[in-house]
């Protein structure tokens, strides 16, 4: 008996179809992708070696503060000296009247011919990381009407991060 080998050949692969399909299916998902956005805060966090080297460097202290209390925010300039206090609105913070205090902080020293761009955000080790959060926002920019469209004006973009004082009456009275 005699095994006879068949001349088989190689079958071609149709990727037509499949070629097709790529070329739809691609676009259709880009374009219906969602991309997601990081924004990136430039903080300044307090320095140690600052702190316990010279604390009379500045004769002037000329800082802008705002201090997160479990109550109310205070707005200091110069730093210690209460200026502002924004108690809680129905167990909220009101930072819309926050926003408004510190616009009228920086028309004030604008009048003074002072141009600040800095603010420190003082918090206790308890406080909320939203209320942090939604503090920084406030303090950054507010919305105003440009030319009949909304634009973000700028307020304190330059945010420095520290300890509030332990003491809740240090900072300001209510």
């Known amino acids: 008996m005699r095994i006879r080998k068949r001349n088989r050949e190689e079958a071609d692969l149709e990727i037509t179809s499949f070629m097709n399909l790529m070329i739809i299916l691609v676009p259709v998902l880009l374009m219906s992708m969602v991309f997601s956005h990081i924004t990136v805060l430039d903080l300044k966090l307090p320095d140690l070696a600052a702190d316990s080297s010279e604390p009379n460097d500045q004769p002037e202290n000329q800082m802008l503060e705002l201090v997160i209390l479990p109550d109310r925010f205070v707005v200091n300039y110069p730093a210690g000296a209460p200026l502002k206090t924004v108690p809680q ?84 009275a209510p």
């Open 89 to 172: 609105k129905d167990g909220e913070y009101d930072y819309k009247l926050l926003s408004d205090v510190l616009q009228e902080v920086k028309r004030l020293l604008k009048d003074r011919g002072i141009e600040k761009r800095d603010i420190f955000i003082l918090s206790q080790p308890n406080t909320d990381y939203q209320t942090i959060v939604s503090a920084m926002d406030t303090v950054r920019s507010f919305k105003a009407v440009l030319a009949a469209s909304v634009v973000n004006a700028e307020l304190f973009p330059e945010i420095s991060l520290g300890d509030a004082p332990v003491n809740t009456s240090a900072g300001g």
